[in-house]
């Protein structure tokens, strides 16, 4: 499986999220619905897999169980100032950062099925 960047911006656009902000290194997503965020890395990972970053607190459980869907290989959370709406953590830096739960996304299908399932 593979996925590109401009297909993994489709499937969450029309996933019924909107692009809220966007730097460099990554895309912020908003639902229209329940406004809860998502961020998607622009460089790591493609066309392998996207590499998106849902809510630390979220039960992944259920977003696991989609097919094409697995968690980060390297690490459970990603850590970032730019992830400013999901809360702190202490990494390995001197204080806390803010940090989500990394996934691996495989393809749009996938993708579509996972903002439809952490919409809900």
């Given at each position: 499986?593979?996925i590109?960047l401009q297909?993994?911006?489709?499937?969450?656009?029309s996933?019924?999220?909107f692009e809220?902000?966007?730097?460099v290194k990554?895309?912020?997503?908003?639902?229209?619905?329940?406004?809860r965020?998502?961020?998607?890395?622009?460089?790591?990972?493609?066309?392998?897999?996207?590499?998106?970053?849902?809510?630390?607190?979220?039960?992944?459980?259920a977003?696991?169980?989609?097919?094409?869907?697995?968690?980060?290989?390297?690490?459970?959370y990603?850590?970032?100032?730019?992830?400013?709406?999901?809360?702190k953590?202490?990494n390995k830096?001197?204080?806390?950062?803010h940090?989500g739960r990394a996934l691996?996304?495989?393809?749009q299908?996938?993708l579509?099925?996972?903002?439809?399932?952490y919409?809900?």
């Amino acid at each position: 499986m593979s996925i590109t960047l401009q297909e993994a911006r489709n499937a969450i656009l029309s996933g019924g999220f909107f692009e809220k902000s966007s730097t460099v290194k990554l895309s912020e997503f908003e639902s229209k619905t329940t406004g809860r965020i998502l961020y998607l890395y622009k460089q790591q990972g493609l066309p392998g897999h996207a590499d998106v970053i849902v809510h630390p607190e979220r039960n992944a459980a259920a977003l696991l169980a989609i097919p094409d869907i697995e968690p980060n290989k390297r690490v459970t959370y990603r850590f970032g100032s730019n992830m400013s709406t999901f809360p702190k953590k202490v990494n390995k830096g001197a204080g806390p950062e803010h940090c989500g739960r990394a996934l691996y996304v495989r393809s749009q299908g996938a993708l579509s099925a996972l903002c439809k399932a952490y919409d809900s």
